[in-house]
């Protein structure tokens, strides 16, 4: 399925070609980079939902062209394509970026399709907003789809501020039937609903202001349109099977990120108070620590050592998994000319025995090829967990990636 909409891609278009006349002058840089790569999952487990498979294999592209002009403004198109075995859902192409940065002296004004984010902590990010998730990439809420916006930073010695707007929703991606890492009831996304008349097309709001204040990092946010985070509704299919279907609300959202280094410890935090989702205003926060060993057993290795405490105040009505839960990490760089990192962590939840174990490392090979390969474990969910559906579904995920 296409990524946009022919009405986007119109505007999409016409926007980029104003910025290349705004910026007529001489070229002066030509990039293009990226890469291709083969991926393989399994899952020790049977699949227990009908339509599902045991493996999956797929293959992924993403070029990157960037175009700078002479007086500093630049463009940049990021497409994005995956090819998948097991799960038609999970076969898709987009646009992560197709943007015009204007570069002036007293602001920065970027027009197209971006990637934003917002936040500090490593196991949830609570207050990233901006662009909607790609579920069908991950469930580790890393991969984004392109969001089309116009973007106006200002840069002073008292902070940045920066302005959006954004015309245009992205619905979330969801595995199908015969993807896995879902639950029993397939979510159908040709059936999502919204709170708005003006469904995909209704105008969100968001600003934000950051700057550094000694050894302190500090964002304030507030976002105002349509919900990134649907809610899902029971329902019936075409052909009588019990579906879910997504809807999406209207949400005002208030948030603050902060970070603070002193010496080896790194503390982190977010925040934010949202309404419009449901029936309920809530809360939510989230924070920790990272303490970093450096040169360990007389190595160039360094260990990082990870902690964060996650909090809902709706508890059991939260939409996601994290609702009084601790995380924990241990970070290992090798520091050696293969970049190899490996990060092994777990979330445990505090009201129950609910765990979530994953195992995260990668490995150069020469300049170009990256080896990348995740495990991801639930353990002892009970019956109530928000991903007790989910139980079955270990995995392990192997990309190889050639980077040119």
Same mark, same amino acid.
Request: charged residues 20%; proline residues 3%; without cysteine.
């Given at each position: 399925?296409?990524?946009?909409?022919?009405?986007?891609?119109?505007?999409?278009?016409?926007?980029?070609?104003?910025?290349?006349?705004?910026?007529?002058?001489?070229?002066?840089?030509?990039?293009?980079?990226?890469?291709?790569?083969?991926?393989?999952?399994?899952?020790?487990?049977?699949?227990?939902?009908?339509?599902?498979? !045991?493996?999956?294999?797929?293959?992924?592209?993403?070029?990157?062209?960037?175009?700078?002009?002479?007086?500093?403004?630049?463009?940049?198109?990021?497409?994005?394509?995956?090819?998948?075995?097991?799960?038609?859902?999970?076969?898709?192409? !987009?646009?992560?970026?197709?943007?015009?940065?204007?570069?002036?002296?007293?602001?920065?004004?970027?027009?197209?399709?971006?990637?934003?984010?917002?936040?500090?902590?490593?196991?949830?990010?609570?207050?990233?907003?901006?662009?909607?998730?790609?579920?069908?990439?991950?469930?580790?809420?890393?991969?984004?789809?392109?969001?089309?916006?116009?973007?106006?930073?200002? @840069?002073?010695?008292?902070?940045?501020?920066?302005?959006?707007?954004?015309?245009?929703?992205?619905?979330?991606?969801?595995?199908?039937?015969?993807?896995?890492?879902?639950?029993?009831?397939?979510?159908?996304?040709?059936?999502?609903?919204?709170?708005?008349?003006?469904?995909?097309?209704?105008?969100?709001?968001?600003?934000?202001?950051?700057?550094?204040?000694?050894?302190? !990092?500090?964002?304030?946010?507030?976002?105002?349109?349509?919900?990134?985070?649907?809610?899902?509704?029971?329902?019936?299919?075409?052909?009588?099977?019990?579906?879910?279907?997504?809807?999406?609300?209207?949400?005002?959202?208030?948030?603050?990120?902060? @970070?603070?280094?002193?010496?080896?410890?790194?503390?982190?935090?977010?925040?934010?108070?949202?309404?419009?989702?449901?029936?309920?205003?809530?809360?939510?926060?989230?924070?920790?620590?990272?303490?970093?060993?450096?040169?360990?057993?007389?190595?160039?290795?360094?260990?990082?050592?990870?902690?964060?405490?996650?909090?809902?105040?709706?508890?059991?009505?939260?939409?996601?998994?994290?609702?009084?839960?601790?995380?924990?990490?241990?970070?290992?760089?090798?520091?050696?000319?293969? @970049?190899?990192?490996?990060?092994?962590?777990?979330?445990?939840?505090?009201?129950?025995?609910?765990?979530?174990?994953?195992?995260?490392? @990668?490995?150069?090979?020469?300049?170009?090829?990256?080896?990348?390969?995740?495990?991801?474990?639930?353990?002892?969910?009970?019956?109530?967990?928000?991903?007790?559906?989910?139980?079955? !579904?270990?995995?392990?995920?192997?990309?190889?990636?050639?980077?040119?």
């Amino acid at each position: 399925m296409p990524a946009f909409s022919t009405p986007i891609s119109g505007i999409l278009l016409s926007i980029v070609a104003a910025g290349f006349f705004a910026a007529a002058s001489t070229t002066q840089a030509h990039e293009l980079t990226g890469f291709v790569g083969a991926e393989t999952r399994l899952y020790p487990n049977s699949a227990r939902y009908i339509g599902q498979d !045991d493996h999956s294999a797929s293959l992924v592209f993403k070029p990157e062209y960037y175009h700078e002009f002479k007086d500093g403004s630049s463009f940049t198109f990021v497409p994005f394509y995956r090819l998948n075995s097991a799960d038609p859902e999970r076969t898709h192409f !987009d646009i992560r970026e197709l943007t015009f940065l204007w570069l002036q002296d007293d602001f920065e004004l970027r027009l197209g399709v971006r990637k934003v984010f917002w936040g500090t902590t490593e196991f949830f990010h609570l207050v990233d907003i901006i662009n909607q998730f790609d579920l069908v990439e991950n469930i580790d809420f890393e991969d984004k789809l392109g969001q089309p916006m116009a973007n106006i930073s200002f @840069s002073r010695d008292w902070g940045t501020l920066d302005l959006f707007w954004l015309p245009y929703f992205r619905e979330r991606t969801f595995p199908g039937k015969g993807g896995r890492l879902r639950g029993a009831t397939v979510i159908d996304v040709d059936q999502a609903e919204y709170e708005s008349a003006a469904k995909e097309w209704h105008s969100d709001w968001a600003f934000r202001y950051s700057h550094y204040f000694g050894d302190w !990092d500090v964002g304030i946010s507030q976002f105002i349109g349509t919900n990134r985070e649907p809610t899902l509704l029971d329902g019936t299919g075409s052909n009588g099977d019990a579906i879910k279907i997504p809807r999406y609300e209207q949400i005002t959202q208030t948030s603050l990120d902060m @970070s603070f280094v002193t010496g080896e410890w790194l503390w982190k935090g977010e925040a934010l108070y949202r309404a419009g989702q449901g029936n309920e205003n809530y809360y939510a926060w989230t924070g920790g620590f990272e303490y970093t060993f450096t040169r360990i057993w007389s190595s160039q290795m360094d260990l990082g050592v990870l902690g964060e405490w996650m909090y809902d105040t709706r508890q059991e009505k939260a939409t996601n998994a994290f609702q009084n839960d601790l995380g924990g990490g241990l970070r290992l760089a090798f520091n050696n000319s293969a @970049s190899t990192e490996t990060l092994f962590g777990w979330v445990q939840d505090i009201e129950s025995s609910a765990r979530l174990l994953f195992l995260e490392t @990668s490995h150069r090979f020469g300049d170009n090829l990256l080896l990348t390969a995740e495990f991801r474990a639930f353990v002892n969910q009970p019956a109530t967990d928000f991903l007790f559906e989910s139980r079955d !579904d270990e995995i392990l995920q192997i990309e190889l990636a050639y980077y040119f």
